[in-house]
């Protein structure tokens, strides 16, 4: 009989998003007539920009004649696309990033997964907690960890919490480490980070040897103008970090899947064999092997989101997000709730009120007020008695969730 990835025997429960869908299918078919709002997956509900729409229909015009069609593409990433990439959201911030060095792909869920092909399983890695599940169950399944305790954390993994005690700061971990997950905008706390912060990071991974994996994929969402979008904004971060980035949340591309990754070269690793060996080379032929690229289609309507319309649509969908969340933070405020985020990210981050606890919270909105969120425990173990909710949704749903919470 073949034998199974034991690895996956591992994960103790279900992964969190399909668990809330679990959850929220067995209550409908038992409550045919409830009216559920859902603000738990941070998936975008506003229409595609225009800019996007009508260059992916003229691509599609393109498509259908013998001098427009495209077959594949390159796997990096059509070089228009990953030329307008460098310049808007890069070199125009100080950063220096080369087109070559972005790699187009269809998700930087799936980046950050598949990142872990090119690195050794030996890797000390550590991880805030709370934490978006994907970084941990990703190591979980390529068996970098050992099995999980009864408080939900796996063996082998450093886990640095997070919390309203230090403002939501994962500590410079006190021994050294090799993987380092840092999230900004963080999900789900939606806690920022500054540059000296990151500095902190960076100068930290230098002195070790380390590599983060830094996932911006909120970066859009930040009010701040002092606050650093990239890592590479910050000296030092070429030799030390990779970058993941989505134009799933800033340009409704959740339906559409588009994201990049950035991969300095002159980033190195070490083999076996004590040598270096620049990690560029690695991920441009894992690319080259596993992935045949982001459609045509796809990659001409992420190159709008760079043009003067786009940029416009752009922000203006940004800011519909943001004022659902300060509408969210200023009614939960309002009927005593402990609130935290939302002012810098499309997710509140909330305190659960009379001690109850998270997946307990769920079950009540659920129940009570037809509103569904997302339980901070299935985070990680210190986002027990903390809960998430997302901005994403139209302004009368979140005006009607809010009315029904501030009821209960």
Same mark, same amino acid.
């Given at each position: ?48 920009? =225009? ?10 015009? /393109? ?6 069609? &495209? ?9 228009? =696309?990953? #030329?307008?990439?460098a310049k808007h959201d890069f070199q125009a911030r100080g950063?220096?990033?080369?087109? @070559? ?45 050992? @099995? ?47 540059? @000296? ?5 960076? #100068? ?24 650093? &979008? ?31 990754t950035v991969v300095p070269k002159g980033l190195k690793g ?32 992420? /190159? ?35 609130? &935290?985020?939302? @002012? ?19 079950? &009540? =909105? ?38 029904r919470i501030r009821a209960l």
């Open positions: 009989m073949v034998q199974v990835n034991s690895n996956y025997l591992k994960l103790k429960a279900g992964y969190l998003f399909p668990e809330i869908a679990r959850r929220v299918k067995s209550f409908s078919e038992a409550n045919p007539n409830s009216a559920l709002i859902r603000l738990g997956i941070g998936d975008v509900t506003e229409p595609l920009p =225009l800019a996007c729409r009508e260059a992916m229909k003229a691509a599609i015009d /393109e498509m259908g004649t013998n001098a427009g069609f &495209h077959g594949y593409g390159p796997e990096q990433g059509y070089g228009w =696309l990953r #030329d307008a990439i950063c220096q990033i080369s087109p @070559e060095e972005i790699f187009v792909s269809d998700g930087s869920k799936c980046d950050s997964s598949n990142i872990l092909d090119i690195l050794g399983s030996g890797n000390r890695i550590a991880v805030t907690d709370p934490v978006y599940p994907v970084y941990v169950d990703s190591n979980v399944m390529a068996g970098r960890t050992g @099995e999980a305790g009864d408080n939900g954390r796996y063996g082998g993994l450093s886990y640095l919490p997070i919390s309203a005690d230090n403002g939501f700061a994962a500590q410079i971990p006190n021994e050294p480490v090799d993987l380092i997950y840092l999230c900004f905008p963080n999900n789900p706390t939606g806690a920022v980070a500054t540059k @000296e912060q990151l500095k902190a990071w960076v #100068d930290f991974a230098r002195s070790n040897g380390s590599l983060i994996l830094f996932d911006a994929a909120y970066e859009a969402f930040i009010q701040d103008p002092g606050l650093p &979008h990239s890592i590479y904004e910050i000296e030092g971060a070429r030799e030390c970090a990779i970058e993941f980035r989505s134009f799933s949340k800033n340009a409704g591309f959740t339906g559409t899947r588009c994201a990049f070490k083999a076996d064999d004590g040598s270096e060996v620049e990690l560029w080379g690695l991920w441009n032929r894992r690319q080259s092997t596993k992935f045949n690229g982001v459609s045509y289609i796809i990659q001409r309507g992420a /190159e709008a989101v760079y043009s003067d319309q786009g940029q416009q649509e752009i922000k203006a969908l940004v800011n519909f997000y943001m004022e659902n969340a300060a509408i969210i933070r200023r009614e939960l405020s309002a009927a005593g709730i402990e609130v &935290h985020g939302g @002012e810098h990210a499309p997710y509140v981050w909330l305190k659960t009120p009379s001690g109850i606890d998270s997946w307990g919270f769920f079950d &009540h =909105l659920l129940q009570k007020a037809n509103v569904v969120g997302t339980p901070g425990s299935g985070f990680g173990a210190a986002g027990e008695g903390y809960f998430r909710l997302s901005a994403f949704n139209s302004r009368a749903n979140v005006d009607e969730a809010m009315r």
